[in-house]
């Protein structure tokens, strides 16, 4: 994911802060909150009121999930059960929206059942609700924060990745993203996170057989990965054994009318504001506890088989290699735009992905690959921008959906689902 249409980004906004969605190994000891007391909303959570949000959980029928949510948490004692209630009503909402998508279960609504937007919306509806929620009970800043990551790891896939065991089939794990660059435009879809619940549990047919795809969606949102939310979910199955992945390929939006597979990952953030309108631009922070390559690498590389995606036709749009990047070469002090990746000992500032989260997700996976010496195809996959349809354009007047807008989200969904069987089939092939 990469800003749309923005190139080099180069944005110094100050730090404004911003609550993560797993953060309770920063969080200080907190005292109780007094009952009838609830923290302010996040950025996030103040738009949800606004006409587009509304219409779209409206005509998705995920408009009932969030008053659902807060009457069920109404009904609970402690902080124990909440926290039960929290992780199932995540994984309920997930569910949900992955069946609607693949076409399972009631329709609910006239939006197209490929939108990834309700998921979205709704489950900022259910972190509301337990923003403003004034349980009976005592709930400090700590178990507050603790039922709030129990909604975001369940409803975003997280922690209900279900990797067969055996050797007939291929396993693959993809991830997508969240919704970005709402403030300009609330109706914005991301066609990575429609991928991901489109493929999530299916099964792909691929020249090596049949293969398993499991799918997770990620926040755009500068503090939850830098707290190791990428890390934390990917492990488990890069680790060794029966349900180990066979492939894996991180997703988001990025260039007008193409495809990239991202030669090359950069360690750097270039700043542009995430969803909570926070800024950081840095080094790429390295979670503790977590195994790492040490000394912090500028750069990791992709090992999916570029030259067999980028050879096959997969579908309407091209797909490129990219291999550019910018840096700082080695004794130099100004940034360098390379169009054949970075050169030896030089600084990094943008990878093929840019300098914002789709470069930082394809970085941190494929250090974390790195780290616990997973020899298998693992990168980045950059889906054209989705765009509404002619005479659709202005967000103030526009229609929420339209013709142009569902036929091109599902043609890169059908894209990339044909971009993985090729990438599975093309695995042992030298690129």
Same mark, same amino acid.
């Given at each position: 994911?990469?800003?749309?249409?923005?190139?080099?980004r180069?944005?110094?906004?100050?730090?404004?802060?911003?609550?993560?969605?797993?953060?309770l190994?920063?969080?200080?000891?907190?005292l109780?909150?007094?009952?009838?007391?609830?923290?302010?909303?996040?950025?996030e $959570?103040?738009?949800?009121?606004?006409a587009?949000p509304?219409?779209?959980?409206?005509?998705?029928? *995920?408009d009932?999930?969030?008053?659902?949510?807060a009457?069920?948490?109404?009904?609970? #004692?402690?902080?124990?059960?909440?926290?039960r209630?929290?992780?199932?009503?995540?994984?309920r909402?997930?569910r949900?929206?992955? +069946?609607? %998508?693949?076409?399972?279960?009631? +329709?609910?609504?006239?939006? @197209?059942? +490929? =939108?990834?937007?309700?998921?979205y919306?709704?489950?900022?509806?259910?972190?509301?609700?337990?923003?403003?929620?004034?349980?009976? *009970?005592a709930?400090?800043?700590?178990?507050?924060?603790a039922?709030?990551?129990a909604? $975001?790891? @369940?409803?975003?896939?997280?922690?209900?990745?279900?990797?067969?065991?055996?050797?007939?089939?291929?396993?693959?794990?993809?991830?997508?993203?969240?919704? *970005?660059q709402? =403030?300009?435009?609330?109706?914005? #879809?991301?066609?990575?996170?429609a991928?991901?619940?489109a493929?999530d549990?299916?099964?792909?047919d691929?020249?090596a057989?049949?293969t398993?795809? $499991?799918?997770?969606?990620f926040?755009v949102?500068?503090?939850?990965?830098?707290?190791?939310?990428?890390?934390?979910?990917?492990?488990?199955?890069?680790?060794p054994?029966?349900r180990?992945?066979?492939?894996?390929?991180?997703i988001?939006?990025?260039?007008?009318?193409?495809?990239?597979?991202?030669?090359?990952?950069?360690?750097?953030?270039?700043?542009?504001?995430?969803?909570?309108?926070?800024?950081?631009?840095?080094?790429?922070p390295?979670?503790?506890?977590l195994?790492?390559?040490?000394?912090?690498p500028?750069?990791?590389?992709?090992?999916?088989?570029?030259?067999?995606?980028?050879? %096959?036709?997969?579908?309407?749009y091209?797909?490129? +290699?990219?291999?550019?990047?910018?840096?700082?070469?080695? !004794?130099?002090?100004?940034?360098?735009?390379?169009?054949?990746?970075?050169?030896?000992?030089?600084?990094?500032?943008?990878?093929?992905?840019?300098?914002?989260?789709?470069?930082?997700?394809?970085?941190?996976?494929?250090?974390?690959?790195? %780290?616990?010496?997973?020899?298998?195809?693992?990168?980045?996959?950059?889906t054209?921008v989705?765009?509404?349809?002619? !005479?659709?354009?202005?967000?103030?007047?526009?229609?929420?959906?339209?013709p142009?807008?569902?036929?091109?989200?599902?043609?890169?969904?059908?894209?990339?689902?044909?971009?993985?069987?090729? %990438?599975?089939?093309?695995?042992?092939r030298?690129s």
């Amino acid at each position: 994911m990469r800003p749309t249409e923005i190139t080099r980004r180069r944005v110094r906004t100050a730090p404004l802060g911003a609550l993560g969605a797993v953060l309770l190994a920063c969080l200080p000891l907190a005292l109780p909150t007094p009952a009838g007391a609830a923290p302010a909303l996040t950025v996030e $959570e103040q738009r949800l009121t606004g006409a587009v949000p509304q219409e779209i959980l409206r005509r998705s029928g *995920f408009d009932d999930v969030a008053p659902g949510f807060a009457r069920a948490l109404a009904g609970t #004692s402690g902080l124990a059960q909440a926290e039960r209630l929290a992780t199932a009503e995540g994984r309920r909402l997930w569910r949900r929206a992955v +069946d609607r %998508a693949q076409g399972r279960g009631p +329709d609910g609504g006239d939006l @197209s059942r +490929d =939108d990834d937007r309700p998921l979205y919306w709704a489950r900022l509806g259910m972190t509301r609700a337990l923003r403003e929620w004034r349980p009976a *009970f005592a709930l400090d800043e700590r178990g507050r924060a603790a039922l709030l990551a129990a909604v $975001e790891r @369940s409803s975003r896939g997280q922690d209900s990745i279900d990797l067969p065991a055996g050797t007939k089939v291929k396993r693959v794990l993809i991830t997508g993203f969240d919704p *970005f660059q709402l =403030d300009s435009d609330a109706r914005r #879809s991301n066609p990575s996170g429609a991928a991901a619940l489109a493929l999530d549990g299916t099964v792909v047919d691929t020249p090596a057989g049949p293969t398993r795809v $499991e799918a997770a969606v990620f926040p755009v949102r500068w503090a939850d990965f830098a707290d190791g939310t990428v890390e934390r979910t990917l492990l488990p199955h890069f680790r060794p054994g029966p349900r180990r992945v066979d492939l894996f390929t991180t997703i988001s939006q990025g260039r007008p009318g193409r495809f990239d597979v991202e030669r090359t990952n950069g360690a750097w953030r270039g700043g542009y504001p995430d969803n909570a309108n926070v800024s950081r631009t840095e080094t790429v922070p390295v979670p503790p506890g977590l195994p790492t390559v040490t000394p912090q690498p500028q750069w990791t590389t992709t090992s999916l088989p570029y030259a067999a995606i980028t050879a %096959a036709h997969t579908g309407p749009y091209p797909v490129h +290699d990219n291999t550019a990047v910018t840096e700082i070469p080695a !004794g130099g002090t100004e940034e360098v735009d390379r169009a054949d990746g970075p050169t030896p000992g030089s600084t990094a500032r943008a990878g093929g992905g840019g300098d914002y989260l789709s470069n930082e997700i394809a970085y941190r996976a494929t250090l974390l690959r790195d %780290a616990v010496r997973l020899r298998v195809p693992g990168g980045h996959l950059h889906t054209p921008v989705l765009n509404f349809g002619a !005479g659709n354009t202005d967000p103030a007047t526009g229609q929420v959906t339209d013709p142009a807008f569902v036929r091109d989200r599902l043609a890169i969904t059908a894209q990339i689902r044909s971009v993985l069987a090729v %990438a599975v089939g093309g695995a042992d092939r030298p690129s």
